[in-house]
């Protein structure tokens, strides 16, 4: 069956520090691979997509970049975590174009 | 551009009454998604649909593609039904997943 990990389901980190969130997906090959994130009391906001390994989109400028070194692993990072990083990000797939697939989401605190 | 709109932002009901989101987008889509987000953040699927009508206990969703439209019913509303209700579209081409900005759903006894 298909699933989709996504870890830790909450972090809280300082100004400063890296950041790295993975996210993976079982029972399919060749996902569309998406990282979205939430700031308080807004919508889910697409960050980045892809379609291949190697093959990121990036939708919004930002302090954030992702990579996809496995064709079921989506990693989203940051060098230097700024305040305005923290909401929920959540991982998602998809294939065939109709079905799609999200984690449980990651609360990211920066203090 | 790839856009969906959600409506209302905040739906205030009393229990027992039936409940509406409206979710509209831009172009060609190949399935949407209604999702259900409770305050903790976690989001669960409740729909997919690329035509028609799908029922699930009391949640009912529908969709016209024609109309580029589709909505969430909630009949007989409780308390727990209190949650963000989010509406996701795949869009055709792209392959990209865009979600509309949430409903926030309360129901008061």
């Known amino acids: 069956s298909q699933t989709i990990h996504q870890w830790p389901a909450t972090l809280v980190q300082p100004v400063g520090s890296p950041l790295s969130l993975e996210c993976t997906v079982e029972?399919?090959?060749?996902?569309?691979l998406y990282w979205y994130r939430q700031a308080a009391g807004r919508g889910l906001q697409l960050l980045f997509y892809?379609?291949?390994?190697?093959?990121i989109s990036s939708e919004v400028p930002q302090n954030l970049s992702a990579s996809r070194p496995q064709d079921r692993q989506f990693i989203l990072s940051s060098k230097k975590l700024l305040l305005s990083d923290s909401g929920f990000y959540l991982c998602?797939?998809?294939?065939?174009?109709?079905?799609?697939?999200f984690g449980q989401g990651t609360r990211l605190t920066v203090v | 551009k790839n856009e969906v709109e959600q409506s209302p932002q905040n739906l205030t009901a009393q229990e027992g009454e039936f409940i509406t989101i409206n979710c509209s987008y831009s172009?060609?889509?190949?399935?949407l998604h209604w999702l259900q987000q409770h305050p903790g953040g976690g989001i669960v699927s409740l729909f997919m649909l690329s035509s028609g009508k799908k029922k699930h206990g009391r949640l009912i969703a529908t969709i016209n593609i024609q109309e580029k439209h589709s909505s969430l019913h909630i009949t007989a509303s409780h308390p727990r039904d209190s949650a963000v209700y989010i509406c996701a579209a795949l869009f055709q081409g792209a392959q990209k997943l865009v979600f509309g900005q949430g409903t926030r759903l309360t129901i008061n006894p």
């Open positions: 172009v060609g889509i190949s399935a």
């Open positions: 029972g399919t090959s060749n996902p569309n």
């Open positions: 892809s379609v291949g390994i190697g093959q």
């Open positions: 998602a797939w998809s294939r065939d174009g109709y079905e799609a697939f």
